[in-house]
């Protein structure tokens, strides 16, 4: 929460009576009931100290401060006390405690939440932690020691922990030693707590285990002129406990070999308790029938200690991958703040409002991203458009107004806020441009429109009749044959029809009647079989049919989402599954194909797909379509 410097807007001091009312408030809230802790209140507070409390611009949070230290936070106001560090340090039992392992907190410190599996359970006991429920205040410390790193919510209910599936959030960190909030005070470590965080961390690493066996001669025996081989052992081990075990056996037959066993777990704790036997034989039988258990009970303490170490390993492992979500979503929050407020101060005008959150989203946020920068709402802190904007309105830069059950709209800018004055508004250029200056320009579009004359009209094509023709050569042909065949006297604009032009004619007129030159020409139009020709780069293809245009669809699903569908690309040789990736970083939004209900000419109905975009991008595709695709815009509707 106190991961960025700290912006104070008001700091007010506080009454006597309500510095009086606010070390009541913490009494109640922190259940303060014992006499040692209410002196330890009373010496935290002071008997005439006065609080200071801050308001922060960022989160409307509120810290309270006594002789120049932050003790008490409220994450917003209409929030509960908490405590920091500082307080922490003075009064331990504020918190109920939550013990990690001591690499842990180097992960909480770059800004990551708790992780179940950095959490430590005395003798794998979930019940070690204590109660709790999502929601309680908690405070974190470093595993074998009683010091304060974080405070922070759970997120779990402790009675739904299992030891064998401690796996997701453990808890959301408000607070945590060394970060600004933590800056504010005198960032001085208290000397009673005997430890700096340094040895905290050092004190964990993983336990060092060391087996060695040795052989000697040196044991005496009740002759001395007998030499009596001795065997013994020892396994150390390193925890948090010291034991000392040592069992020295020996006998009064020079013949029998002596045999010494020595255990030692050694630790920083100064407990030692030791046990040593040398008695007659008959003890000694005793002593060695009891070793067999210490080492078996020494073989559990090792695996369990090998567990230790792979829960450590499994830890950061899963530390480090929260880490980089917890950055990704830092870095994408980052981008829709900025595309947020360039939104606001440069495209959204006044006479625009009410606008709904989806046109909101589509037509200013998405175009006003920084420059070449993804914005994917759902990798967010927010999740949501509609959760984001919320969060806007509470920090008063716009309003919003419900207009009928779930339909909320954006009703005003407030263009007095602080950061919106203080925003430096950056370039934006135009997703069209972009698109034809940063991606390759697609190869040249060619588009004719042909005539192929039918059988009827053999006889006027004669050796042409199985080419293709433009409208321009249909009519050349035409007027050439009227000419060559004297079918019209000059300067006359009529034409006599000989047996070949009357039989083209489909108003079935006979040789020798009078015709219009304009109603030739279009009757012999009409009668002419229509293909077209399109060619992009080393590609082309003669299809039969008219120019089929691309179709722009904008069409609403589920409730108020908006989705474009682009058909008929495949007509000028544009393949939907191969520029969709493109659009989908162009547009910042999810991208797919579907099979087309509509057939294409020339094409089988399995080959035919068109382009989901979600979102209302009907004006930016034809302008797309127009600059990068050089498809003329009569072949582009947008329905």
């Given at each position: 929460?106190?991961?960025?410097?700290?912006?104070?807007?008001?700091?007010?001091?506080?009454?006597?009576?309500d510095a009086r009312k606010f070390k009541e408030l913490v009494k109640i809230t922190f259940n303060?009931?014992?006499?040692?802790?209410?002196?330890?209140?009373?010496?935290?507070?002071?008997?005439?100290?006065?609080?200071?409390?801050?308001?922060?611009?960022?989160?409307?949070?509120?810290?309270?401060?006594?002789?120049?230290?932050?003790?008490?936070?409220?994450?917003?106001?209409?929030?509960?006390?908490?405590?920091?560090?500082?307080?922490?340090?003075?009064?331990?039992?504020?918190?109920?405690?939550?013990?990690?392992?001591?690499?842990?907190?180097?992960?909480?410190?770059?800004?990551?939440?708790?992780?179940?599996?950095?959490?430590?359970?005395?003798?794998?006991?979930?019940?070690?932690?204590?109660?709790?429920?999502?929601?309680?205040?908690?405070?974190?410390?470093?595993?074998?020691?009683?010091?304060?790193?974080?405070?922070?919510?759970?997120?779990?209910?402790?009675?739904?922990?299992?030891?064998?599936?401690?796996?997701?959030?453990?808890?959301?960190?408000?607070?945590?030693?060394?970060?600004?909030?933590?800056?504010?005070?005198?960032?001085?470590?208290?000397?009673?707590?005997?430890?700096?965080?340094?040895?905290?961390?050092?004190?964990?690493?993983?336990?060092?285990?060391?087996?060695?066996?040795?052989?000697?001669?040196?044991?005496?025996?009740?002759?001395?002129?007998?030499?009596?081989?001795?065997?013994?052992?020892?396994?150390?081990?390193?925890?948090?406990?010291?034991?000392?075990?040592?069992?020295?056996?020996?006998?009064?037959?020079?013949?029998?070999?002596?045999?010494?066993?020595?255990?030692?777990?050694?630790?920083?704790?100064?407990?030692?308790?030791?046990?040593?036997?040398?008695?007659?034989?008959?003890?000694?039988?005793?002593?060695?029938?009891?070793?067999?258990?210490?080492?078996?009970?020494?073989?559990?303490?090792?695996?369990?200690?090998?567990?230790?170490?792979?829960?450590?390993?499994?830890?950061?492992?899963?530390?480090?991958?929260?880490?980089?979500?917890?950055?990704?979503?830092?870095?994408?929050?980052?981008?829709?703040?900025?595309?947020?407020?360039?939104?606001?101060?440069?495209?959204?005008?006044?006479?625009?409002?009410?606008?709904?959150?989806?046109?909101?989203?589509?037509?200013?946020?998405?175009p006003n991203r920084p420059q070449d920068s993804n914005l994917d709402i759902k990798k967010t802190?927010?999740?949501?458009?509609?959760?984001?904007?919320?969060?806007?309105?509470?920090?008063?830069?716009?309003?919003?107004?419900e207009k009928s059950p779930g339909d909320f709209q954006i009703s005003k800018v407030n263009r007095?806020?602080?950061?919106?004055?203080?925003?430096?508004?950056?370039?934006?250029?135009?997703?069209?441009?972009?698109?034809?200056?940063?991606?390759?320009?697609?190869?040249?579009?060619?588009?004719?429109?042909?005539?192929?004359?039918?059988?009827?009209?053999?006889?006027?094509?004669?050796?042409?009749?199985?080419?293709?023709?433009?409208?321009?050569?249909?009519?050349?042909?035409?007027?050439?044959?009227?000419?060559?065949?004297?079918?019209?006297?000059?300067?006359?604009?009529?034409?006599?029809?000989?047996?070949?032009?009357?039989?083209?004619?489909?108003?079935?007129?006979?040789?020798?009647?009078?015709?219009?030159?304009?109603?030739?020409?279009?009757?012999?139009?009409?009668?002419?079989?229509?293909?077209?020709?399109?060619?992009?780069?080393?590609?082309?293809?003669?299809?039969?049919?008219?120019?089929?245009?691309?179709?722009?669809?904008?069409?609403?699903?589920?409730?108020?989402?908006?989705?474009?569908?682009?058909?008929?690309?495949?007509?000028?040789?544009?393949?939907?599954?191969?520029?969709?990736?493109?659009?989908?970083?162009?547009?910042?939004?999810?991208?797919?194909?579907?099979?087309?209900?509509?057939?294409?000419?020339?094409?089988?109905?399995?080959?035919?797909?068109?382009?989901?975009?979600?979102?209302?991008?009907?004006?930016?595709?034809?302008?797309?379509?127009?600059?990068?695709?050089?498809?003329?815009?009569?072949?582009?509707?947008?329905?």
């Open positions: 929460m106190f991961k960025k410097p700290i912006k104070v807007q008001t700091q007010s001091l506080m009454r006597r009576s303060l009931k014992s006499e040692q802790q209410e002196q330890e209140l009373t010496n935290l507070l002071g008997p005439k100290a006065v609080p200071i409390r801050c308001e922060l611009q960022q989160h409307e949070s509120e810290i309270y401060f006594i002789d120049k230290q932050p003790l008490f936070f409220k994450p917003d106001r209409h929030s509960s006390l908490v405590p920091t560090v500082y307080a922490l340090f003075a009064i331990p039992s504020l918190l109920p405690k939550i013990p990690i392992y001591g690499p842990v907190f180097q992960y909480i410190a770059g800004g990551a939440d708790l992780m179940l599996p950095g959490v430590v359970l005395e003798n794998n006991q979930i019940s070690s932690l204590g109660q709790f429920k999502k929601g309680d205040l908690r405070c974190v410390i470093a595993h074998g020691t009683n010091i304060p790193l974080a405070v922070g919510i759970m997120q779990v209910n402790s009675q739904s922990l299992r030891p064998d599936k401690m796996k997701g959030k453990a808890m959301i960190i408000l607070h945590f030693f060394e970060d600004y909030l933590w800056q504010l005070g005198s960032r001085e470590f208290p000397e009673s707590l005997n430890m700096t965080i340094k040895e905290t961390n050092s004190s964990l690493t993983p336990t060092t285990i060391s087996t060695s066996t040795s052989t000697s001669t040196p044991t005496s025996t009740s002759t001395p002129t007998t030499p009596t081989p001795t065997s013994s052992t020892s396994i150390s081990i390193s925890t948090p406990t010291s034991i000392s075990i040592s069992t020295p056996t020996s006998t009064s037959t020079p013949t029998t070999p002596t045999t010494s066993t020595s255990i030692s777990i050694s630790t920083t704790t100064p407990t030692s308790i030791s046990t040593p036997t040398s008695t007659t034989s008959t003890s000694t039988s005793t002593s060695i029938n009891s070793i067999p258990n210490d080492i078996s009970s020494l073989e559990n303490k090792i695996n369990e200690i090998q567990i230790n170490e792979n829960n450590i390993n499994q830890v950061e492992s899963q530390i480090q991958t929260q880490t980089l979500i917890e950055q990704e979503k830092a870095a994408m929050d980052a981008i829709l703040m900025s595309s947020f407020l360039q939104s606001l101060k440069t495209t959204l005008k006044d006479k625009e409002l009410p606008i709904s959150f989806a046109s909101f989203y589509a037509s200013h946020l998405i802190t927010h999740k949501k458009i509609g959760k984001f904007l919320e969060q806007m309105k509470i920090q008063n830069f716009i309003e919003i107004v007095s806020h602080p950061e919106y004055r203080s925003f430096i508004s950056y370039t934006i250029t135009p997703i069209v441009q972009t698109i034809t200056t940063q991606t390759n320009q697609a190869p040249t579009l060619i588009v004719r429109e042909l005539l192929k004359p039918p059988k009827a009209l053999n006889n006027l094509f004669a050796s042409k009749r199985d080419e293709y023709f433009t409208t321009s050569e249909v009519q050349a042909i035409l007027w050439e044959y009227v000419a060559k065949n004297n079918l019209s006297q000059k300067n006359s604009k009529e034409v006599t029809l000989d047996e070949t032009l009357a039989s083209a004619n489909k108003k079935k007129m006979a040789r020798g009647d009078v015709f219009t030159k304009k109603g030739l020409a279009e009757s012999i139009m009409s009668s002419m079989l229509q293909y077209h020709y399109v060619e992009r780069g080393s590609e082309s293809e003669i299809r039969k049919g008219v120019v089929n245009a691309v179709k722009i669809k904008v069409e609403q699903r589920q409730g108020r989402k908006l989705i474009t569908r682009v058909s008929g690309l495949e007509t000028f040789l544009i393949s939907p599954e191969t520029i969709a990736p493109d659009l989908q970083r162009l547009f910042a939004t999810s991208t797919t194909c579907q099979q087309s209900l509509v057939r294409l000419p020339g094409r089988s109905a399995d080959s035919c797909f068109d382009l989901i975009i979600q979102g209302n991008f009907q004006a930016k595709i034809i302008d797309l379509l127009a600059t990068k695709f050089s498809i003329p815009k009569k072949y582009v509707i947008g329905l």
